[in-house]
C-alpha cells in the first residue's frame, strides 16, 4: 500500500511548478557550475575523452558518483568495486525517495520516475521543506533538479574544454556552498522542537563514523537512526 | 586508460546504479503499510539525512567550514533566508581563505 499523500488539495505535477522550483533554486544552483568544473578537468586530467565526459554529467548526474568513478579509471575497469562504490555513495538517494514518497508517490509511475530522474540533495532539501508547508506540484522538485542538472552539464563542459584557466573555488569560499546550504535548511527546521534530537544524534553519528565506514554509509547510518530516533521519542 | 568499450560500459553501468537509486525509496514505500509510526520516521529521517551531510561534511574539513556553516545557520534562523544565509557563509569562507590561506 502507497504512503498516504497529506490530506487537502491533490497532488499534482505542472509545468507552472517546474518553472517555480527551477525559479527557487537558481541561486543555489549557479554556485554548482565551479563544482561541475572541477570534475569537467579532473575527469579530462584522468584522460577520458570529452564526449564521455560530457555524457557522464549528462546521465549520471551524481557529483559524488562521478568523483569516486574517476578514482577507479584504471586498466582494466573493475566494473563490480565501481558498481558497489556507486551504490555506497548513492544509497542516500533512497532514503531521500523515501521520505519524498507521501507526495511523489500519488502521482502516476510515468510522473513519479520523471521527477525523481533529477533527485539530488539540493532539490529535495527545498522542495521537502515546500510540500511539508503545502505545496503540493512535484513539478517543484523536478524543476529545482533540472536547474541543479543544468548547471552541472554546464560547469563540466567548461572543465572538460577550458578547465586548466579557472582558478580554484576555495579562494573565492566557492567549496562551501552546499555544506551550507544544508546547515541553513536544518537550521530553519530547528525550530520544531521534534527535529532536536533526530538531528544532533544524526549529526554526531555521522560526524564520529566518517573514519570508521565507508564513503557514504556514515550518513546512511546516522539519517537512519535520527529516523528511529523520532519514531521513540514521539511514541513515548 | 580503459578502451573505449569498458569507458562508455562504465558510465552506463554509474548511470544504472545511480537512477536505481533514485527510485528505489519511493518505491520500496508503495510496499510499505502507511501507519503513524512510518510517517515519524520518514518525517525524522528527512531532516537526519540533511544533519547527517553537514556532519559528515565537517568531519573531512576544518574550522573555516565549520565556522562559514555555523554563521550560515545563525543568519537563515534571524533573517529566515536560505540565499543570505549562503552569501555569508561564502563570505566567511572567502574570508578565511584569504586571511589563514
Known sequence: MDTQPPPGRPIILTFAGVLRGGRRLLPVATFVLPFGTAFGVAAAEKGMEVAQILAMSAVVFSGAAQFATLDFWTTPLAFGSLALVALAVNARHIILGAALSPWV????????????????????????????????????????????????????????????????????????????????????????????????????????????????WNVILAALAGGLVSVVRRAR | MPGDFAAWTAIALVAAVTLTSRLAGAFLMTRIHHSAAVERFLDGLSVSVLAALVGSALAQHGWREAAAVALAALVMMRAGSAVWALTAGIALAAGWTAAFG
Open chain 1, 105 to 216: 508517490n500519488a502521482l502516476p509511475p510515468p510522473k513519479r520516475v520523471m521527477a525523481l530522474t533529477m533527485l539530488s540533495d539540493a532539490n529535495f532539501a527545498d522542495s521537502h521543506v515546500a510540500f511539508k508547508s503545502g505545496e503540493r506540484d512535484v513539478g517543484y522538485l523536478l524543476g529545482g533538479g533540472l536547474v541543479m542538472w543544468v548547471n552541472w552539464n554546464v560547469g563540466t563542459a567548461i572543465g572538460a574544454f577550458a578547465g586548466s584557466l579557472i582558478g580554484d573555488p576555495a579562494a573565492f569560499g566557492l567549496d562551501v556552498v552546499m555544506v551550507c546550504f544544508f546547515g541553513a535548511i536544518v537550521a530553519a527546521q530547528l525550530k520544531r522542537r521534534t527535529a532536536i534530537l533526530p538531528v544532533a544524534v544524526a549529526f554526531a553519528i555521522s560526524f564520529g563514523t566518517v573514519d570508521h565506514l565507508p564513503t557514504g
